[in-house]
């Protein structure tokens, strides 16, 4: 079993949609749970970081945690061609381990249609 | 306030020959870190500095593959000998000195083509 799951899409969706992109990972020594977008030929930028369970917002985006489940998911509201970029979740901060690496999923592919 | 700055961006090397890839952090990060993207793979850590140490090497290999991050100057990434299996991007990412391992922040990347 690979330590993150990200489904590789493509995802292709109108503009205004609501996005939901999801993770799921196997080392429950994770702590920090990150969101990354990553626009073709660019670096990653990142989006948003939480820490342990619960919700975060920020503007259009919001990130979930789920702990008990080994789940992670990012909400896009009123999406815009703009969003459109791959986006990578990334853990991190293993109790116990090497707090710094950061571990990545493959990424999803979004598109936004006009 | 500047980003992380990586160069070349797009490095083309024959087999055998030397890739030299550079990193400046932003400004007031003294954390950097190393990762690769292969085609169609995620981002794989390959070593986290400080200056003047190496802190973690871990996810680089063991031969041909080191890293330095000087008192003065960038961080390096250096492969010796390279093979057509080390093209890739390799991304270069900052942190701020006091925790904030989670907020890494990423450079363009540099992407090696070796023929």
């Known amino acids: 079993q690979k330590e993150v799951e990200q489904d590789p899409g493509p995802l292709s969706v109108p503009e205004g949609a609501i996005v939901s992109l999801n993770c799921t990972y196997s080392?429950?020594?994770?702590?920090?749970f990150m969101w990354y977008r990553q626009y073709s030929r660019k670096g990653p930028e990142l989006l948003m970081y939480?820490?342990?369970?619960g919700n975060k917002e920020d503007g259009r985006f919001t990130a979930q945690v789920d702990k008990s489940s080994k789940y992670i998911s990012l909400f896009i509201r009123d999406s815009q061609p703009s969003d459109s970029a791959t986006y990578l979740c990334?853990?991190?901060?293993?109790?116990?381990?090497?707090?710094?690496?950061?571990?990545f999923g493959k990424g999803t592919l979004l598109t936004v249609n006009p | 306030n500047a980003g992380v700055m990586q160069n070349p961006r797009h490095l083309v090397r024959r087999r055998g020959q030397e890739a030299r890839l550079r990193c400046s952090p932003m400004?007031?990060?003294?954390?950097v870190y190393w990762y690769r993207q292969l085609p169609e793979e995620g981002l794989k850590f390959m070593v986290y500095?400080?200056?003047?140490?190496?802190?973690?090497e871990s996810g680089m290999p063991k031969e041909r593959f080191s890293a330095e991050f000087p008192k003065e100057g960038p961080s390096i990434l250096r492969i010796q000998q390279v093979v057509r299996g080390d093209s890739a991007a390799y991304f270069c990412?900052?942190?701020?000195?006091?925790?904030?391992?989670?907020?890494?922040?990423f450079g363009p990347g540099t992407r090696l083509t070796v023929t």
């Open positions: 990412a900052s942190s701020p000195p006091t925790g904030g391992f989670n907020e890494q922040y």
């Open positions: 080392n429950s020594a994770f702590q920090y």
């Open positions: 939480t820490y342990s369970s």
């Open positions: 990334a853990m991190g901060g293993e109790w116990g381990g090497s707090n710094y690496k950061l571990t």
């Open positions: 400004k007031g990060h003294s954390h």
């Open positions: 500095l400080q200056k003047e140490n190496i802190i973690d």
